[in-house]
């Protein structure tokens, strides 16, 4: 295949933010909203549970319809954050993110961001879709500040998309006034899709991120 001629990009994700990340290599993609269960399993640690459902966003998309997505490359991502050894996910509704917010307070958190890239392109021996799944996971490590009850409250109050992001820290909105300190490799990363793990596997793919390069 020619790097000049890439496959079609999946972005496997219903977040706005992944699509926006995304959209920043001004690579042309489409979005396909997956189906699945990301219950974690019993025992299953943080980094090995965001790397397993990033490549299960990416088949469930793949499973749907598989005639559709043949030719193409499909991106997984999933973010899991954990504190002294619970995990915390997104928290759904206002009363649990305060929740996770008062217990995040003062402490250090550690976010593992799983991400996979998925070949169908590839077949099993029967020579149906299977598909090779390229997988990464990029760590952040945040200090959370200590937070009075009045700055959750107000927070959550003007940031309502706290209730969709791990930990229910926006970084790249309010909640990077919660953050006294990030440590990790990639700033993306903690806002759902690490771009530059994802340019090596999109370059090993044979995609010119960098057009003409």
């Known amino acids: 295949m020619s790097i000049f001629s890439p496959p079609t990009l999946i972005l496997a994700s219903a977040s706005p933010f992944r699509r926006e ?4 290599l001004g690579l042309p993609f489409r979005v ?10 019993p025992g299953e640690d943080p980094e090995t549970l965001s790397l397993r459902l990033s490549e299960t966003k990416a088949r469930a998309v793949l499973a749907a319809a598989p005639w559709q997505f043949a030719d193409t490359l499909i991106i997984g991502s ?24 008062r217990e995040l307070s003062g402490r250090r958190v550690h ?5 996979c890239l998925l070949d169908p392109r590839t077949r099993d021996k029967e020579g149906k879709t299977e598909g090779t799944a390229h997988r990464m996971s990029v760590a952040t490590t945040v200090t959370f500040r200590h937070l009075s009850e009045d700055e959750i409250k107000s927070y959550l109050a003007r940031e309502p998309d706290a209730l ?5 820290a926006k970084s790249e909105g309010l909640g990077i006034a919660l953050i006294a300190k990030m ?13 530059i793990a994802l340019c090596d596997l999109l370059r090993a793919a044979g995609v010119a991120v960098l057009r003409g390069a």
């Open 164 to 168: 969709n992001c791990a930990g229910s």
């Open 111 to 115: 976010f593992f961001t799983g991400l």
């Open 78 to 101: 999933d973010q899991v954050a954990v504190c002294a050894g619970k995990i915390y996910g997104k928290p759904g509704n206002p009363a649990a993110a305060a929740i996770q917010l």
């Open 21 to 24: 990340l995304l959209a920043r």
């Open 32 to 41: 396909a909203i997956p189906d699945c269960d990301e219950t974690p399993r």
């Open 183 to 195: 440590e990790g490799t990639d700033p993306n990363a903690l806002i759902g899709l690490p771009l």
